[in-house]
């Protein structure tokens, strides 16, 4: 239905590369906000239009962001800053598997269970 690109498809199964053209920018709280998390953060911005100004928010109500961090299911939480309504369903999915990739079956389970049926 063309509501998932494959370049989206690609990111959600492989994560995201860093090219050494690309660097991301400086983590504003690193103790939370892992390498990890802030890479795939911030590449999700770098490649894909619908993200742009995620690192920016991050950092500007980190708060808000590590409340949803540490969520026990956060496939259940809205995600800050009224990214919900920014984003498609699969696009809120990749910000999801970006702070909780422990946790992708389930999220991929929900987002199946609700949106494929």
């Known amino acids: 239905r063309g509501e998932i690109t494959d370049e989206e498809w690609d990111f959600l199964v492989r994560g995201g590369t860093l090219s050494k053209e690309w660097?991301?920018?400086p983590n504003p709280d690193p103790d939370w906000i892992y390498p990890k998390i802030w890479t795939s953060c911030c590449l999700l911005e770098h490649k894909f239009k619908p993200f742009e100004g995620l690192c920016e928010d991050i950092a500007e109500?980190?708060?808000e962001w590590k409340l949803f961090h540490?969520?026990?299911?956060?496939?259940e939480e809205p995600l800050p800053g009224g990214w919900d309504v920014?984003?498609?369903?699969?696009?809120?999915?990749?910000i999801t598997k970006a702070f909780h990739e422990e946790k992708?079956?389930?999220?991929?389970?929900?987002f199946v269970?609700?949106?494929l049926g």
């Not at 920014?86 to 990749?94: C, G, N, T, V």
């Not at 992708?104 to 929900?110: A, K, L, N, P, R």
């Open 86 to 94: 920014k984003l498609s369903a699969f696009q809120r999915l990749l």
């Open 113 to 115: 269970q609700k949106h």
């Open 104 to 110: 992708t079956v389930y999220i991929m389970s929900d």
């Open 70 to 75: 540490q969520a026990e299911d956060p496939y």
């Open 23 to 25: 660097i991301p920018p």
């Open 61 to 63: 109500v980190p708060t």
